[in-house]
Every structure is written in C-alpha cells, then in structure tokens.
C-alpha cells in the first residue's frame, strides 16, 4: 500500500466516524423527545400521521391540509411506524431518524459519479457543519429541523432531488448501469408524488432541471454547430411530465385545503416586486445568520460560505472551459443547486406566494456541492484541509453535544413544568388539551400521546380561542367534551386569555399552576365554539359590507 493510499484510508476513517458522530447526534436528539424541543408545527405533523394511519389514507377526510399535502414525506413515514409504535410522538422521532440517514445516503449516490468517497463525505460534513454552527440542532427552525430533527420538514424534497439529479448525472457522464433503472423508476414515482404534494419540488427540483437542461443544450449546440438533444433532455422532459401530471392530479383529489403563505399569482406591481426583492434578499441573509454568537463571527462564517459558494461556482466554471465544455457534469450539479436557489427567489419576487428564510434551503446542498468540487479540484490542498476541518467538526459537535445533553436532562425532568401539566391532566382524566398555537406542544409531548391537543388562535392571524382552522382535524374544537378539556396558558397569556374568555361570557377557574408561570384551566363551557361563533359573525359583517 502507498503512503498516498494510506492517507486517504485515514482520512476515510476519520470522516465516516465523523459522520457516525453526527447521526449519534441526530438519534440522540430525535430519541429523547424533549418537550420544549417542538413546535406547533411539529404537532400538527405528529396528528397528521396518526390520523393518516387510522384512515389509512394519505389524504383522510376530516384532515385539513395547509399549503402541502403528504405523499413522500416525514409525516407519511411516521404514520407508518405509527402503525406499530402506537405512538405518535415516537413515531416521528424515529422516522426522522431514518430520513436523516436517506439525506446522506440519497446525496452520496447522486455524486458518486462524479466525487471520490472523501470529496462526497467531505462536501457533505461541511453542509452539516453550516447548519449546527448557525442555530440549535433541534429548536430552531431554521437548523437541523430542516433535514435531520424533529419533524425534518424539508428532507422528502431533498432526497428526491438528490435522486433524480442523480440520475441526470449518470445520463450526461454516460455512465448509465441497469441498476440505475430501479432509480429511474423511483425519480419519476417521486416527482409525481411530490407534484401531488407541493408546488414546492417544481420549484427547488424540476423547473432548475429544465432550465439547466436547455443551458446545456445551447452549450452543446454551440459547440457542435448543430441541435443538440441527448438522453438527458428524454429524462428531463419524462421528470416534467411527471411532475405536472402530480399538479394536475391533485386537482381531482377530494381534500379540505387551505393555503397559509399566499398564492401563486403573478405580481403585476413595480412597488410590490421591488419590496419582494428586498424581502428576499433579507431572507436569504438571515438564512445565512449565525445566532448566539458575536456578531463579527457570524459575519466571518456568512463570508466564508459565500466564499466557498463562488469558488465552487468558478471551479465549476473552470472545469467546463479546461474540457472546452466536453464534461459539463460537474458544472451542472453546481448549477441545479444554483438555480434550485434562483427558482424561490424568482417565485417570491414576482408571484404573491410569501416567501419565507427556510423556503431556500437549498443553499445547503449547493454548500456541499460546492466543497465537493473545491476539494476534487484541490487535492493537495485538500489533505490539510480534512485535517483543520476534522478539529473544527469535533469541536463544534463536542459543544452542540454538551448543550444538548443538559438540555435533554433538564428538559425530562418529571419535575419538569410540562410533565407536571401533563400528569395532572392524566391522572384527574382529563382527554384533550386546547392551547393557542405556539403554546402547549409541551404538554402534548410530555403526555407520550395520552393526550389530544386542539390548538386556537394567538392574536397574530386569529383572535384568541377562534379555532385553528388548518393542519388540523376538522372542527376538532367541537369533538371533545368540554367537562374532559383542560385550557393551557403560559404566563404571559394569562391575563389575556382570560380577559379574552370573560368577554365571551365564559367563566375561567384555574386548577393548576407550574413553576414556569404556565397554568391548566377549566371553562365553563367551550369558549372556542363561542370565539368561532363570534369570528363568523364578524367576517360575514364585512364581506356583506
């Protein structure tokens, strides 16, 4: 065996146990189920997937859906380990455990014609530096909840389009294998599927295909002085076409839906297109914020991923000029991710669709991408690299690893205020939890899925106790007996909520109070039936007005 060899069997070693640091990490995280770790987007992720199971239903009928259904998602996993769990909460940690594992697995494959075992490794423990260093590994929605914890929003998107780009790889380096049929088959099941489910994967997936494809083909058209339509332009238009057919099937879906963030309008409004364009630009820098550090480090590390972004972009570049643009793979990968970027922006400029940070999650891939090539294009330079970063990945899991242990111990503490709430609500046959959204998840948790939770307004889009009216069971508020019903208020929302209920001439008596300020409370009858009454009354007012 050759020194050089040698090196990079260390080097090997030393990223994989990396990585198995990392999905440690993940599964420890997922596993411990902290209360205070969720959201309430969280829970009506973990409802879905009980309800979708009892149903057996992706779609069940009294589910109303917000801006996505699910078809190739961590809630469709979690309702089937649901099925033998018979716990929900568990059933989404441990499902999105395994689509952690499918975000790396699905990435390696689709550079593996491309990068050696180490580049692919090596572009993707960078990514997952980025995103532990910026935010929480698990209450932050804009860190690892993105593809690894918690309810892992993002990851069914990611791995199909690491599938498929996969795929398109393979076809434009022609290196094509009769195995590669079987991924064939599943990129056009997934477009399709998640055609049902969002007009998110034409956005991040397919139009940047379609759009690097005819870059592509104007390329080689210029070179070759003629028309130019390979392989890869069959399976672009067999993705497309897949695609939309999902569009166009969920049209005769039988669904209750309703749309949160906007529609897909185009927008008409010089004023209106230029606010978007600053908004988007905000959205991207904040995704680019590190938080809980000085603000000059965050600085550093924006610019420094940045940095890593162009350079990646300009080997890319380089590379297709050395191969007089002959080999435009690796360059195509660069830019698929690049123009999965460029599609949100474009969509949250010039259509109404409200746009958000986590909408561009994108970037993160193109992070990895990008570190993969600068490290095949670099070599030399590469095997110092491994060394520094390696000290830097230890050094920052060791930190996420410390913090979250202290939190995992505090946080499941059964003295802790939301098992105390929880118990409470349990041990004095209690049924079903209302809280206003953003507040109770907590309860829900702790009560391992003994409880039901029903969540209402928080002043922000609803008043307070005006039902929630999507990602919910339908009139959900109305199915649970309100002598079994417990309402959740935090300190802070005490005083308003029961202002809120007197109002509505409820009477509020509070039978349990916690150590956080948080307290149980019992109504008189169902102030939320009486707040929808009241909220119906009041939009019919204006739309006769």
Request: glycine letters at 4%.
């Amino acid at each position: 065996m050759t020194k050089e060899n040698k090196n990079r069997k260390i080097i090997s070693a030393v990223l994989t146990l990396l990585l198995f640091v990392f999905f440690g990490l993940i599964f420890y995280t997922n596993l411990s189920c902290v209360p205070e770790y969720y959201n309430s987007d969280m829970l009506c992720d973990i409802n879905y997937a009980r309800e979708a199971w009892r149903a057996k239903s992706l779609f069940p009928d009294n589910w109303i859906f917000g801006n996505q259904l699910y078809v190739f998602a961590t809630p469709v996993l979690a309702a089937l380990i649901y099925g033998i769990t018979s716990n929900a909460v568990i059933a989404m940690a441990i499902a999105s455990c395994i689509m952690t594992v499918a975000v790396y697995l699905s990435f390696d494959w689709m550079l593996k014609p491309l990068c050696s075992y180490n580049e692919r490794l090596g572009g993707f423990l960078v990514m997952i530096w980025f995103i532990l260093v910026r935010r929480h590994i698990a209450a932050d929605t804009l860190g690892a909840q993105i593809f690894f914890t918690m309810a892992s929003f993002y990851a069914g998107y990611i791995i199909a389009a690491f599938i498929v780009f996969g795929c398109y790889i393979r076809i434009r380096k022609n290196v094509w294998k009769k195995t590669d049929y079987i991924f064939l088959a599943v990129s056009l099941i997934l477009s399709f599927a998640l055609g049902i489910q969002s007009l998110r994967q034409t956005a991040i997936m397919t139009l940047p295909l379609v759009a690097c494809e005819i870059i592509l083909i104007i390329i080689d058209s210029v070179r070759r002085k003629k028309l130019s339509l390979t392989k890869s332009t069959a399976f672009t238009a067999g993705i497309f076409a897949s695609n939309i057919a999902g569009l166009i099937a969920v049209k005769f879906l039988k669904i209750n839906q309703k749309s949160i963030y906007g529609e897909t309008k185009i927008e008409f409004s010089v004023h209106r297109i230029i606010g978007n364009i600053v908004d988007n630009i905000i959205n991207i820098c904040k995704l680019f914020k590190s938080v809980n550090m000085p603000k000059f480090v965050s600085v550093i590390i924006a610019a420094a991923v940045v940095g890593l972004i162009v350079f990646g972009v300009v080997a890319g570049i380089v590379n297709l000029a050395k191969t007089k643009c002959e080999d435009t793979t690796d360059f195509s990968v660069i830019l698929l991710f690049l123009l999965g970027c460029a599609s949100v922006f474009f969509i949250g400029v010039f259509t109404q669709v409200e746009t958000r940070e986590i909408y561009y999650f994108m970037v993160f891939p193109l992070v990895a991408v990008c570190s993969a090539f600068l490290l095949k294009s670099y070599p030399i330079k590469a095997k110092y690299f491994y060394i520094v970063f390696a000290v830097m990945f230890v050094g920052l899991t060791g930190l996420r690893a410390v913090t979250v242990c202290k939190e995992i111990k505090t946080g499941t503490d059964s003295e802790n205020s939301s098992y105390k709430a929880a118990q409470y609500a349990i041990d004095n046959g209690y049924e079903c939890i209302f809280a206003s959204f953003e507040s109770g998840e907590n309860v829900f948790v702790a009560a391992d899925d003994k409880l039901s939770i029903v969540f209402y307004g928080n002043e922000v889009d609803k008043d307070y106790f005006v039902p929630i009216d999507y990602l919910c069971i339908k009139d959900s508020y109305l199915k649970y007996d309100n002598e079994k019903t417990l309402y959740y208020m935090k300190e802070r929302q005490i005083k308003s909520e029961t202002e809120a209920a007197e109002r509505l001439g409820v009477k509020v008596e509070k039978v349990a109070e916690f150590k956080d300020g948080s307290c149980l409370c019992r109504m008189s009858e169902n102030v939320c039936a009486l707040a929808q009454k009241q909220w119906d009354e009041k939009n019919s007012a204006v739309n006769a007005g």
